[in-house]
T-cell receptor, first 115, second 114 residues
């Protein structure tokens, strides 16, 4: 079964610091996509960043970057220069297009950015 | 088009009643997903559609749950004979194209069964 594991239920960092959120996943497939979604309090989920498994280069989006280790099935999210608006639940997610397009989510990491 | 729209935003119902939620996806998005999210947890997959065809249903979706997307546009999720355990946020998401690389989520419908 395909699973996504986020081992950090909750984290807190000071504003302007860098923080890394961990994610591991399990699949026997070779072609898939990985995502980090952000869910601010009482607001809808939005995509932060995505990574295609066939691409070796780590994806970056402004202050957000990933460390994709395919062999280790690891997909961590780094937030640089953290801002108060980064406070949210962060979900790691996986989709395997060769089997179905069902998006599998981890249980999330609640991130608090402290002023 | 302002995104995925879900109605109602909140629903309080008595145990045993039926409820129906609606999701309007982004125009021309052919894929539509339903998820359930309980407090502090990640979204759990319920079902999804490719146009009007329902492609998969989760084991979480008991016989009391049914979803439709009759014309390949909006979708409804109905829960019959609601139970307290059905209390959750129900999320809808849509995506475009045959290869789903990004899903856009609605704000969800929060169901409380009393």
């Amino acid at each position: 079964a395909q699973t996504v594991t986020q081992s950090q239920p909750e984290m807190s960092v000071q504003e302007a610091e860098t923080v890394t959120l961990s994610c591991t996943y399990d699949t026997s497939e070779n072609n898939y996509y990985l995502f980090w979604y952000k869910q601010p309090p009482s607001r809808q989920m939005i995509l932060v960043i995505r990574q295609e498994a066939y691409k070796q280069q780590n994806a970056t989006e402004n202050r957000f970057s990933v460390n994709f280790q395919k062999a280790a099935k690891s997909f961590s999210l780094k937030i640089s220069d953290s801002q108060l608006g980064d406070t949210a639940m962060y979900f790691c997610a996986f989709i395997d297009n060769s089997r179905d397009d069902k998006i599998i989510f981890g249980k999330g990491t609640r991130l608090h950015i402290l002023p | 088009d302002t995104g995925v729209s879900q109605n109602p935003r909140h629903k309080i119902t008595k145990r045993g009643q039926n409820v129906t939620f609606r999701c309007d996806p982004i125009s021309e998005h052919n894929r539509l997903y339903w998820y359930r999210q309980t407090l502090g947890q990640g979204p759990e997959f319920l079902t999804y559609f490719q146009n009007e065809a329902q492609l998969e249903k989760s084991r979480l979706l008991s016989d009391r749950f049914s979803a439709e997307r009759p014309k390949g546009s909006f979708s409804t999720l109905e829960i019959q004979r609601t139970e307290q355990g059905d209390s959750a946020m129900y999320l809808c998401a849509s995506s475009a194209g045959l290869v789903s690389t990004e899903a856009f989520f609605g704000q969800g419908t929060r169901l409380t069964v009393v």
